[in-house]
């Protein structure tokens, strides 16, 4: 039963314009949430978090947003860089417990 | 860069063999983790640990074990290596939660013949 979903494995924006990144949840006990980046041949690296009591948090081009009614979240990149160009996971945490994972996604920008 | 390695980098092995990764930190963090990354399947945590000699199993623990005996060492065994487990493992620590950021390692590609 897979509790963090990333519906899309891939998704591709051209450089400039917004990229929308999408993660659904079904434990609504989960009160943290996380967005990692990956390049090939590393480990992942965090990107972004968000509290349940917060609905968005942004840190430079990236904003995170939480509706937490929907048990959704997304991440935003804006503009979008070739640089961007990695998997994205999702991440969710119940409180003192590992962190959950989904899929991920692939995003390219094209230049 | 924060200060997580993993040994091997690459291994190949054969059926049948016991295999064993290596985490080394040297942040003092206390949480440590072990992942594998599958296409199609994300990160699945195989096992953790919340300090010395106190680990756990994670969703994918099933023909893994581990050892800490040491803070900065977080050890990933394979007792009878299969080719299911052909995949890449990543190592990460985290200091005082499961909330704080997760550092993860280079990662190792372990392929199972």
């Known amino acids: 039963d897979q509790q963090v979903k990333q519906n899309s494995p891939s998704l591709s924006v051209q450089e400039g314009r917004i990229s929308i990144l999408n993660c659904d949840y079904t434990?609504?006990?989960?009160?943290?949430f996380l967005w990692y980046k990956k390049y090939p041949a590393e480990g992942p690296t965090f990107l972004i978090s968000i509290s349940s009591i917060k609905d968005k948090n942004e840190d430079g081009r990236f904003t995170v947003f939480l509706n937490k009614s929907a048990k959704h979240l997304s991440l935003h990149i804006v503009p979008s860089q070739p640089g961007d160009s990695a998997v994205y996971f999702c991440?969710?945490?119940?409180?003192?417990?590992?962190?959950?994972f989904g899929k991920g996604t692939r995003l390219s920008v094209i230049a | 860069d924060a200060g997580i390695t993993q040994s091997p980098r690459h291994k190949v092995t054969e059926t049948g063999t016991p295999v064993t990764l290596r985490c080394h930190q040297t942040?003092?963090?206390?949480?440590m983790y072990w992942y594998r990354q599958d296409p199609g399947h994300g990160l699945r945590l195989i096992h953790y640990?919340?300090?010395?000699?106190?680990?756990d199993k994670g969703e994918v623990s099933d023909g893994y074990s581990v050892s800490r005996s040491k803070t900065e060492d977080f050890l990933l065994t394979l007792e009878s290596a299969t080719s299911s487990q052909t995949s890449v493992y990543f190592c990460?620590?985290?200091?005082?939660?499961?909330?704080?950021?997760?550092?993860f390692g280079p990662g190792t590609r372990l392929t199972v013949l």
């Open positions: 990460a620590m985290s200091g005082t939660s499961y909330t704080d950021t997760q550092y």
């Open positions: 942040e003092n963090h206390r949480y």
């Open positions: 640990s919340y300090g010395v000699k106190d680990t």
């Open positions: 434990n609504s006990m989960f009160d943290y």
């Open positions: 991440a969710a945490s119940e409180r003192n417990t590992p962190l959950v």
